[in-house]
């Protein structure tokens, strides 16, 4: 992440003054709201008020927000930004293996907005686009409908969905190995629901990075500090190629993101993972709600009864 001190933050409205489109350096978020007009000028007024520090305030923290979690809680780091302290309350769950908060970037940066926008200000529906990585508001009996990817660098949707106020999910996030981050699988795309768009973040970065196959001549890697010298994954190999692959290398990364998946599912962390791999297709989710019913699906996974259906 980089921040030209002598640039300021832009605002300004699209879609005939519907949506309001905010951009900072590497940041950039599209907010659609729903409501009576002035709480919608409201809203907006209040998330570019909130949204004009966010990169400065980050850039303070970085060589924090690039270090291990784990490390950071060792070392009792506190953290001083309200998107910084977000980022690290969410990836805290996993700080088990090698994750640092800016895992959760994304995501935790369209909650801030969102929630500003929200400040004593209540909307029937909010949502905070960042890169794809979205933060939702749905207000009493409300819904909304996103876009499952199946490759982001198409941004072609395999599937829709239909999320309601009484699912409680305040977040979509997707990774994979050709998205905005570095990725260390070989996944062409994994999208987590979850409460909030900071959690479904780091959750899809890390299920991605689950979905991979070891020392395949179909998969091209290399350091992470190679493509980028500040990246917070140092000389960690992440992932540049990917080939079509064998059968039985599609089933095991497949296998291996899957596994992961249901225990993010059955600790809470997530509702639900959309996973994606040259063709095929799994979803991981405690119940078969319809608006998780996939139109091209090629396998099924419900963690309380598990079923493959490989085609």
């Known amino acids: 992440m980089v921040c030209d001190s002598t640039a300021r933050p832009s605002a300004w409205l699209i879609h005939n003054g519907d949506s309001l489109h905010l951009?900072?350096?590497?940041?950039?978020?599209?907010?659609?709201?729903?409501?009576?007009?002035?709480?919608?000028?409201?809203?907006?007024?209040?998330?570019?008020?909130?949204?004009?520090?966010?990169?400065?305030?980050?850039?303070?923290?970085?060589?924090?927000?690039?270090?291990?979690?784990?490390?950071?809680?060792?070392?009792?780091?506190?953290?001083?930004?309200?998107?910084?302290?977000?980022?690290?309350?969410?990836?805290?769950?996993?700080?088990?293996?090698?994750?640092?908060?800016?895992?959760?970037?994304?995501?935790?940066?369209?909650?801030?907005?969102?929630?500003?926008?929200?400040s004593d200000n209540p909307l029937r529906k909010l949502m905070?686009?960042?890169?794809?990585?979205?933060?939702?508001?749905?207000?009493?009996?409300?819904?909304?409908?996103?876009?499952?990817?199946?490759?982001?660098?198409?941004?072609?949707?395999?599937?829709?969905?239909?999320?309601?106020?009484?699912?409680?999910?305040?977040?979509?996030?997707?990774?994979?190995?050709?998205?905005?981050?570095?990725?260390?699988?070989?996944?062409?795309?994994?999208?987590?629901?979850?409460?909030?768009?900071?959690?479904?973040?780091?959750?899809?970065?890390?299920?991605?990075?689950?979905?991979?196959v070891e020392e395949s001549v179909n998969v091209e890697r290399c350091p992470a500090n190679t493509l980028q010298p500040d990246s917070d994954l140092g000389e960690t190999l992440v992932t540049v190629a990917v080939s079509q692959l064998s059968d039985n290398e599609r089933e095991i990364a497949m296998l291996s993101g899957i596994d992961y998946a249901q225990q993010l599912l059955c600790s809470g962390l997530i509702a639900a993972a959309y996973i994606h791999l040259q063709g095929k297709t799994a979803i991981v989710v405690d119940k078969q709600p319809d608006a998780l019913m996939s139109i091209d699906k090629q396998m099924m996974v419900c963690s309380s009864e598990e079923v493959r259906q490989w085609a």
């Open 23 to 118: 951009q900072h350096g590497p940041i950039d978020l599209v907010l659609m709201a729903t409501g009576n007009r002035s709480a919608i000028q409201t809203a907006y007024q209040q998330a570019h008020q909130a949204f004009e520090s966010v990169l400065s305030t980050l850039v303070q923290e970085l060589p924090e927000l690039r270090s291990p979690v784990d490390c950071l809680y060792q070392q009792q780091v506190k953290l001083l930004g309200p998107v910084a302290k977000r980022m690290m309350a969410v990836t805290r769950p996993f700080r088990d293996q090698f994750v640092t908060p800016m895992a959760a970037v994304a995501g935790a940066v369209a909650d801030h907005v969102m929630h500003a926008a929200l």
């Open 128 to 212: 905070v686009n960042n890169g794809g990585d979205i933060a939702i508001h749905l207000g009493p009996n409300q819904s909304a409908r996103v876009g499952i990817c199946k490759r982001p660098i198409d941004q072609m949707h395999a599937d829709i969905l239909t999320i309601h106020t009484s699912d409680r999910i305040g977040g979509v996030a997707t990774s994979g190995w050709q998205g905005r981050s570095h990725s260390l699988g070989v996944a062409d795309a994994v999208t987590v629901l979850a409460a909030d768009a900071a959690s479904a973040d780091v959750a899809a970065t890390l299920i991605a990075n689950r979905v991979t």
